[in-house]
């Protein structure tokens, strides 16, 4: 059937035909991307999602919105749409995204993304980065027994923060003063001997007891069995939640206790990450450290699976808060700088 003949066709049919076709359309995912991108709309469907605005879990379907799909909240009396709140809200070009994700898992770079899929770098760079939000606050269940614990750091950079720098600020090389210093800033790694893990920004310099708190608080319980270096924030953090620590001093060259404590798996993760990091993207600025931080412990949580694509896009899709966390980098990277006031 050519275009003419579709046209005849289509102005052939009766009124309620006409309505009939286009409400048939409008229900049928009309291109393989609505499938790996369907999962929040699967979710509300079945009813194991929640209102984005109040958590309601009272809520209708209510039409469509562009061709994704409406509900209405019994609870706070407003609509939301399957994409609000998630990474999705306000991308346009949503016919793009499968590609895009496809180029992403590949890990390719912005250029190559750009030309293939014919998108400006600014949208690409914007895109990637709205996709990790999605990733930043989810699995978030509790360590238990043996977890590890580490600080390492990362020498701060500028790269990225702007994207048409006509001379990008010359990155990498070492810092200026010895040991450790404001020029890096901090990540703690945490991970138990099963899935959980937790990569969080913190500071810059020295890691305090409240930073752990921060990055790993309310994740601990006493079915929680700490092993760190011997630092005092880490002793006072422990006692804090009332766990077992096992201190590891590798300044007298103590790596393991009674065979089973120590901190060799995060250890591990810190030295794949950063060489992950510098062979992937030549480095990354540290204002979007955290979002590379998401993909990489995402990546780390998926290794096994057979889907990676989807379950990826599955997982990021989920969080309702993901569309916050994108707008709130700028704001993120601004308070990070300020702990170097403190
Ligand atoms: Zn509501």
């Not at 562009?66 to 016919?95: D, M, P, V």
């Not at 499968?98 to 912005?110: A, G, N, P, R």
């Given at each position: 059937?050519?275009?003419?003949?579709?046209?005849?066709?289509?102005?052939?049919?009766?009124?309620?035909?006409?309505?009939?076709?286009?409400?048939?359309?409008?229900?049928?995912?009309?291109?393989?991307?609505?499938?790996?991108?369907?999962?929040?709309?699967?979710?509300?469907?079945?009813?194991?999602?929640c209102?984005?605005?109040?958590?309601?879990?009272?809520?209708?379907?209510?039409?469509?919105?562009?061709?994704?799909?409406?509900?209405?909240?019994?609870?706070?009396?407003?609509?939301?749409?399957?994409?609000?709140?998630?990474?999705?809200?306000?991308?346009?070009?949503?016919?793009?995204?499968?590609?895009?994700?496809?180029?992403?898992?590949?890990?390719?770079?912005?250029?190559?993304?750009?030309?293939?899929?014919?998108?400006?770098?600014?949208?690409?760079?914007?895109?990637?980065?709205?996709?990790?939000?999605?990733?930043?606050?989810?699995?978030?269940?509790?360590?238990?027994?043996?977890?590890?614990?580490?600080?390492?750091?990362?020498?701060?950079?500028?790269?990225?923060?702007?994207?048409?720098?006509r001379?990008?600020?010359?990155?990498g090389?070492?810092?200026?003063?010895?040991?450790?210093?404001?020029e890096?800033?901090?990540?703690?790694?945490?991970?138990?001997?099963?899935?959980?893990?937790?990569?969080?920004?913190?500071?810059?310099?020295?890691?305090?007891?409240?930073?752990?708190?921060?990055?790993?608080g309310?994740?601990?319980?006493?079915?929680?069995?700490?092993?760190?270096?011997?630092?005092?924030?880490?002793?006072?953090?422990?006692?804090?939640?009332?766990?077992?620590?096992?201190?590891?001093?590798?300044?007298?060259?103590?790596?393991?206790?009674q065979?089973?404590?120590?901190?060799?798996?995060?250890?591990?993760?810190?030295?794949?990450?950063?060489?992950?990091?510098?062979?992937?993207?030549?480095?990354?600025?540290?204002?979007?450290?955290?979002?590379?931080?998401?993909?990489?412990k995402?990546?780390?949580?998926?290794?096994?699976?057979?889907?990676?694509?989807?379950?990826?896009?599955?997982?990021?899709?989920?969080?309702?808060?993901?569309?916050?966390?994108?707008?709130?980098?700028?704001?993120?990277?601004q308070?990070?700088?300020?702990?170097?006031?403190?």
């Amino acid at each position: 059937m050519d275009k003419s003949e579709i046209r005849a066709t289509l102005l052939s049919l009766s009124q309620e035909e006409r309505v009939a076709l286009l409400s048939e359309i409008e229900n049928e995912p009309t291109s393989h991307s609505l499938n790996i991108l369907g999962q929040r709309r699967e979710h509300l469907d079945n009813k194991i999602g929640c209102c984005p605005r109040c958590s309601g879990k009272k809520y209708r379907k209510h039409g469509k919105d562009k061709g994704s799909q409406r509900y209405y909240c019994n609870s706070c009396k407003k609509t939301f749409t399957e994409y609000t709140g998630t990474w999705l809200a306000g991308i346009h070009k949503k016919e793009l995204i499968t590609d895009y994700l496809k180029l992403m898992e590949q890990e390719l770079s912005l250029d190559k993304i750009k030309d293939e899929l014919e998108i400006n770098k600014k949208t690409a760079f914007d895109w990637r980065h709205k996709i990790l939000s999605g990733l930043e606050n989810i699995d978030q269940g509790g360590f238990k027994g043996i977890t590890e614990s580490d600080d390492t750091f990362f020498l701060h950079s500028s790269k990225g923060s702007k994207l048409y720098d006509r001379k990008p600020r010359k990155r990498g090389g070492s810092a200026k003063k010895k040991g450790i210093s404001n020029e890096q800033v901090a990540v703690i790694v945490t991970a138990d001997r099963d899935t959980e893990l937790d990569l969080s920004v913190v500071t810059f310099g020295r890691i305090k007891k409240s930073d752990i708190t921060q990055a790993i608080g309310q994740r601990v319980s006493d079915d929680t069995i700490l092993c760190s270096d011997s630092h005092v924030s880490y002793k006072g953090f422990a006692i804090d939640n009332d766990m077992e620590h096992h201190a590891i001093r590798a300044d007298l060259k103590q790596y393991v206790k009674q065979k089973i404590y120590h901190v060799q798996h995060v250890n591990s993760i810190d030295s794949r990450l950063k060489k992950w990091l510098e062979y992937q993207f030549g480095g990354v600025s540290t204002k979007y450290l955290q979002k590379y931080l998401n993909w990489f412990k995402t990546k780390e949580r998926l290794k096994q699976s057979k889907e990676f694509l989807k379950d990826f896009t599955n997982k990021s899709l989920i969080d309702i808060t993901a569309r916050n966390t994108y707008m709130e980098i700028g704001q993120n990277y601004q308070d990070l700088i300020n702990t170097t006031l403190n």
